[in-house]
């Protein structure tokens, strides 16, 4: 029995991560394309209420954060809402939450994965033509999946100094750009009614999409009392962050000047402070789209394929774990692979192809975090006594489920409601899901009776 104990805990994932680790998993996972290139579409669609709209967007992460806090704390896991749904909602439900949390990830990596080859490129105007930008992606993906593998405490510290220097380069540029702010630039507030106010908001939920992805980190967390914490603070933080330098940014260009060619942020600091502060502030633009790739896309979607193999929902060689670094190496080798595959088809088609799976990713997230947050219910009405004896309990209860709930509504029907055939795509391919997952957990559930039936008959 303990020989079995020990055997068990070598291939369990080291737990080398601590509060400020978590942390910039949290703000790096912002989306790094959606704050950085597709603001201009959110601004151009919304005027100066778009800093309303991305404030709602942005809002609703903090308080769907606050919500899964005691599931955080009080189940800390790799598979983090695969696992809870799991446990309230039954295997498929929790399989679900999980798996579309993750390949969520594994879409927008490509996406995110292309807008860093895309701002790297930018550092290098002599190298022309629409290869170099995929064959940057392609280099930097290899590079942090690379970091991944070789250990979690390399890539989560690499994480941290990024999100430092991120961080000190976006509050510099709100608090020197407030000098250059021209007030008049705020008076076209909705320039296009209510209906582009009400279309920026979508855009601004994916741009802040991703920071639920610091759940998953629970299975490496020193201290579990640090993943609530963690939570709240990195949405504070990107909060306040992204508000001031939108609202300043807003003041410095007009809004029917905003171009999706090229970061608004890079744009607004060229103007104001010329080559060099447009050169850092698409630094910037680099390391956040650079900390989602590395932290979200390679970090996140391997450990809940992990989780969901340890638990026979996936193949087992995702449940893999490297014997001296104990990553998910097989799963990180997988997603590389899919990903790399992703940024080719979003450079080759992106119209055609890649609008439609970016919608898919909200789709995806939005079905996670609902299945979330009825676990995050459940859990307060069925665990009473362990909720009452978490460290962290979540305040004014039921508000921010509720609060969660709403903002969930609010982004399906500003995404959904002009595009019903991606809903129809996206009841497909879950409906698909379903019959694969029978079909396999069945067939997984089958051979371990089996291998029960024939040990009974050994042992007597």
Known sequence: M??????????????????????????????????????????????????????????????????????????????????????????????LSGFTFAIGWVIA???????????????????????????FSIIFLTLFAVLNLIGTSIAART??????????????????????????????????????????????????????????????????????????????TFLILYTLAQVVLQGIIPWNEFTTNNSPFTQAAGQVFGFAGAFIMNLAAWIAAATCVLMGTLYAAPRIFYAQAKEGYLPKFFSQLHPK???????????WIVSVIFIIISALAPSSIYVELSLQVTLAWMVSWTLALIAAIFYRQKSK??????????????????LGFLGILIVCIGTFVGSPTSLIIGAVWIGILFILFKVFYRSKKSIQSIKRSNQKMIDS
Not at 57 to 86: D, H, K, R, T
Not at 196 to 205: K, L, R, V
Request: overall charge positive; proline content about 6%.
């Open 2 to 95: 303990n020989k079995n104990r020990r055997a068990n805990e070598e291939f369990l994932p080291e737990k080398t991560l601590g509060f400020w680790t978590i942390w910039a998993l949290g703000v790096g996972s912002v989306i790094g394309d959606g704050i950085f290139l597709a603001m201009g579409q959110g601004i151009a669609a919304a005027g100066s209420s778009a800093i309303a709209a991305y404030l709602i967007a942005g809002l609703s992460q903090l308080f769907l954060m606050i919500a899964l806090g005691e599931l955080a704390v009080g189940m800390p896991n790799a598979g983090a809402m695969s696992l809870w749904v799991e446990r309230f909602m039954g295997n498929w439900w929790g399989f």
């Open 109 to 135: 990596g490509g996406s995110t994965g292309l807008a860093l080859g895309k701002i790297t490129a930018w550092f290098f105007p002599q190298l022309k033509g629409d290869l170099w930008p995929i064959l």
């Open 159 to 236: 994480q941290l100094y990024l999100v430092i220097v991120l961080t000190v380069i976006m509050a510099l540029f709100s608090i020197i750009g407030l000098k250059d702010i021209r007030m008049s630039h705020f008076s076209h507030v909705m320039p296009h009614g209510l209906g582009g106010f009400w279309a920026a908001i979508p855009m601004g939920t994916y741009a802040y999409l991703g920071t639920i992805t610091l759940t998953t980190s629970g299975g490496e967390c020193k201290n579990p009392k640090d993943l609530p914490r963690a939570l709240i603070w990195s949405s504070i």
């Open 325 to 335: 670094t104990k990553t998910p190496v097989y799963g990180t080798i997988i997603v």
């Open 385 to 402: 006594k362990e909720v009452n004896n978490l460290p962290w309990k979540q305040p004014l209860y039921p508000l921010f489920p509720i």
